[in-house]
C-alpha cells in the first residue's frame, strides 16, 4: 500500500469550524470546501462548541459531493446537558453527540475557573438527562465522543453507555492536558470496544507530546486507535495538518497500513457500524 491510499480515503472525525459570527462568509465555506474534498475525500465531522453543525454539513455534503457529518456538543450554549437539542440534532442527522468541552466542568477546573458542566448529580450519581441522551444515540446508531469529561467521568460514562446499548464510542485527545490518561489509565479501558482519539495538530506542534502518543499507540495497538486533524481552521489549515502529521508518522515508525487502519478503518467503523 502507498501513502497516496490514504490520501485518498481519510475520514476525519474531528474538524472544527470557526463559531465566531465575522467568520460566515461566503469565502470561508469556499476554502472549506476545497480543503475538505482535498484532505479527507472519504468523510469528515464538523465541530463546534456552540452550535449544532447538521445543517452546515448537510450543505457542504452536497457542494463537495462526499460523506460531511454534523455533530452536537452539549456546551452551555446549547442549554448544555439538552435532552430536547440532542433528540432535535440526530433527528436533523447529526453524526456524533459529544460530551461538554469548554464547559465541562474538569476543563474549567484545569483552566483554574469554576463551575462547569458534569454528568453526575450532587449525589455523585450519572444524571438523568446524560442516560435519556445515551439511550438516544443507541436508538439512533450515532457516535458518542467523550468531549473534555475527566477520566474519571468517562469510566462512569462508559460503563452507562454499553448498557444502554451505545456501540460507537471514542475517548476524546487522550494526550492532551484536561483529558490527558496515563498510559496505564488507556490500556485498561482496552477490550471494552472503545477507540482512542490522538489529534494530529498537537502532535506536530510539540515534540514531547509527539512521543507520548507514539508511545501511547504502541502499548494500546493501532486497531483501538483513530487520528483526527481536530485543526481549527482559522488557525492551522486542515490540509497541513494532514499533510505533516502523515509524514512525521512515518518518521516515527508507523507504516502505512498501520496509519491506514487509523485514518481510514477505525474511523469508517465508528461512522457506519
Not at 99 to 128: C, K
Not at 131 to 159: C, F, K, Q, R, Y
Not at 178 to 206: A, C, H, N, S
Amino acid at each position: 500500500m502507498r501513502i497516496e491510499r490514504i490520501r485518498e480515503s481519510i475520514i476525519d472525525l474531528h474538524v472544527h469550524i470557526p463559531h465566531d459570527e465575522p467568520s460566515w462568509r461566503a469565502k470561508y465555506v469556499k476554502d472549506l470546501t476545497m480543503k475538505l474534498r482535498r484532505t479527507c475525500p472519504g468523510g469528515a465531522v464538523l465541530k463546534s462548541p456552540s452550535f449544532p453543525t447538521v445543517l452546515l454539513a448537510q450543505l457542504l455534503s452536497e457542494i463537495c459531493d462526499m460523506k460531511v457529518h454534523g455533530s452536537l456538543v452539549l456546551n452551555e450554549s446549547i442549554g448544555g446537558i439538552n435532552v430536547k437539542a440532542v433528540e432535535k440534532a440526530l433527528k436533523e442527522g447529526a453524526k456524533v453527540i459529544w460530551m461538554p468541552t469548554l464547559d465541562a466542568w474538569n476543563h474549567r477546573r484545569y483552566q483554574g475557573q469554576s463551575g462547569g458542566l458534569t454528568i453526575f448529580n450532587p449525589r455523585g450519581e450519572v444524571l438523568l438527562e446524560v442516560e435519556e441522551i445515551l439511550s438516544l444515540i443507541a436508538d439512533h446508531h450515532a457516535v458518542l465522543g467523550t468531549g473534555h469529561l475527566s477520566p474519571g467521568e468517562v469510566n462512569v460514562l462508559l460503563d452507562e453507555a454499553r448498557s444502554l446499548g451505545v456501540n460507537r464510542i471514542f475517548i476524546s485527545h487522550v494526550t492532551w492536558g484536561p483529558t490527558f490518561m496515563t498510559i496505564k489509565q488507556q490500556k485498561k479501558l482496552v477490550g471494552r470496544d472503545v477507540f482512542f482519539e490522538y489529534p494530529l495538530e498537537l502532535f506536530i506542534k510539540e515534540k514531547e507530546l509527539r512521543e507520548q502518543v507514539v508511545s501511547a499507540i504502541r502499548e494500546v495497538g493501532v486497531e483501538y486507535c483513530i487520528i483526527t486533524s481536530s485543526a481549527e481552521f482559522t488557525c492551522t489549515p486542515l490540509d497541513e495538518v494532514w499533510d505533516k502529521g502523515l509524514m512525521m508518522l512515518l518518521e516515527a515508525g508507523f507504516t502505512v497500513e498501520e496509519i491506514y487502519t487509523m485514518a481510514v478503518e477505525n474511523p469508517k467503523r465508528l461512522i457506519e457500524g
